[in-house]
């Protein structure tokens, strides 16, 4: 990028994405017409994290934890609550719609599910050419050249663009997905779960595909996964979420080395590691119960309704906060410091 193409306000300092005490509620609706606010599903409920230029931030936590919201959030496709969100120095929570518009050019989304993603009427040269006509940046001609570049770009063949969805498999289908991501050439991809709905043979392709375009274009990414073991090898720093809250951040090789949070040391004691014998000596951390609702989370530590060292006053009655365990490494546990002396054992 050269300075003339620079946005207003850039700095390479600034992270290029800065969450502050993100909320977004969903109410709850009651009566014949559906008329009374009874309650709210607080899915995301006072996340504040960034994430800086060129990194891939990991994003991971159990189905319903809130991280999927985070995403769509972050890109206004789910109205925000409470909280900002900034961008490149812009606070895209203040923005109407048709300020928002220039915007989305640099901030796109890869989506879950590469079935429900695509429309099945229209070509895939259509679907990956459609950002460009949407936002006046090419003709059909220059856009059609435009796909077939995209495509190559992901692995795919040129000729791809007069096929229709029903005839990729889903690997080919997200490697569409992530071609039209890429169209409007964006600063920042979120993408949702990318590898959740394949099959294992072939998330690591895609992981493999996202890592080495990211490296080659200079991307900036949100990677949103439930699985820590694919989160690890795209990552540079991961987001551990429970409950619709942040409870852990750390630079990726060492939240596998030296978890704190005792939510992620339950996490990665269910990872397997290729090694019998390390596997046998293992002791895998079980958590009772079930989640609780995201209508009425826990008082105190959301965690601590299932936590496998919980105290009875302060975690059932003061809310935990992110601080500092070390350099780049945030906990939200009260007692973070005696599991990092090694006076509390999980």
Not at 183 to 188: H, K, N, S, V, W
Not at 302 to 309: E, M
Request: proline share 8%; glycine share 8%; hydrophobic share 40%.
């Amino acid at each position: 990028m050269t300075p003339s193409e620079q946005p207003l306000g850039f700095s390479p300092e600034r992270p290029l994405v800065q969450v502050e005490d993100l909320r977004v509620w969903f109410p709850i609706k009651s009566g014949i017409l559906l008329d009374r606010h009874v309650g709210d599903v607080r899915a995301v409920d006072g996340v504040s994290f960034e994430v800086r230029r060129g990194e891939t931030l990991g994003l991971v936590g159990e189905s319903g934890c809130g991280k999927s919201t985070v995403g769509r959030a972050l890109l206004r496709l789910v109205e925000p609550t409470a909280g900002r969100i900034v961008f490149d120095g812009i606070d895209v929570t203040a923005l109407d719609e048709g300020d928002m518009r220039p915007l989305r050019k640099r901030m796109q989304m890869v989506f879950q599910d590469p079935y429900a993603s695509l429309n099945p009427r229209h070509s895939i040269g259509r679907i990956v050419s459609e950002p460009l006509r949407t936002h006046g940046l090419a003709t059909r001609a220059e856009a059609g050249v435009r796909a077939r570049e995209l495509l190559r770009l992901v692995g795919l063949p040129e000729d791809a663009v007069t096929r229709y969805p029903h005839e990729f498999s889903g690997g080919q289908r997200q490697r569409i997905g992530v071609a039209r991501a890429l169209a409007l050439r964006p600063d920042f991809i979120v993408a949702d779960e990318p590898v959740s709905a394949l099959d294992v043979s072939i998330q690591a392709q895609i992981v493999n595909l996202l890592e080495s375009l990211r490296a080659e274009l200079g991307l900036t990414c949100l990677f949103i996964a439930h699985d820590l073991a694919v989160v690890r090898h795209i990552s540079d720093r991961i987001a551990v979420m429970y409950l619709g809250s942040i409870v852990e951040v750390a630079p990726a090789d060492e939240l596998y080395v030296a978890p704190l949070h005792p939510y992620t040391l339950s996490l990665l004691s269910a990872v397997p590691i290729p090694d019998p014998e390390v596997e046998r000596a293992r002791r895998p951390i079980l958590l009772q119960g079930d989640i609780p609702s995201p209508a009425a989370p826990p008082p105190g530590c959301r965690f601590h309704t299932r936590c496998p060292f919980v105290q009875e006053t302060r975690c059932r009655s003061e809310e935990p906060v992110l601080r500092t365990a070390g350099e780049g490494h945030q906990v939200a546990c009260h007692w973070v410091d005696e599991i990092q002396r090694g006076e509390i054992h999980l």
